[in-house]
């Protein structure tokens, strides 16, 4: 499966974006779907995941609770990443990642994700 982020840019502190990862290929079956990020100078960190249906099944970072929802369109083969309150920390790299996994398993751990997409860029501004 190939997977394309977008949805990234330049925006102020407060604003909100919403990110998207469309997924080409073998979407027959059945993927968990994560958004992790990397910022200058730091390690990869996981922001989001999902579960194939989605329902009910989310992880979220602390740091993001409450900011982010990540969501599903199977029918589109898309996921989501809406970011609200953005914060100059939130500044990032964003990545989407997808494993195979049969519902509701969530996947949280960057080294269990088979595949990724390119990064799109996220720079919110003080």
């Known amino acids: 499966v190939q997977l394309q982020a977008s949805g990234g840019g330049l925006v102020q502190a407060g604003d909100s974006l919403s990110l998207s990862c469309v997924m080409s290929g073998s979407t027959s079956t059945t993927y968990a779907v994560g958004w992790f990020r990397q910022a200058p100078g730091r390690e990869r960190e996981i922001v989001a995941a999902i579960s194939w249906s989605g329902r009910g099944r989310q992880y979220y970072v602390e740091s993001v609770k409450g900011r982010f929802t990540i969501s599903r369109d199977n029918a589109k083969n898309t996921v989501y990443l809406q970011m609200n309150s953005l914060k100059p920390e939130d500044t990032a790299v964003y990545y989407c990642?997808?494993?195979?996994?049969?519902?509701?398993?969530?996947?949280?751990?960057?080294?269990?994700?088979?595949?990724w997409g390119r990064g799109t860029l996220v720079t919110v501004s003080s």
């Open positions: 990642a997808a494993d195979p996994r049969r519902d509701p398993l969530v996947v949280v751990i960057s080294d269990e994700y088979d595949y």
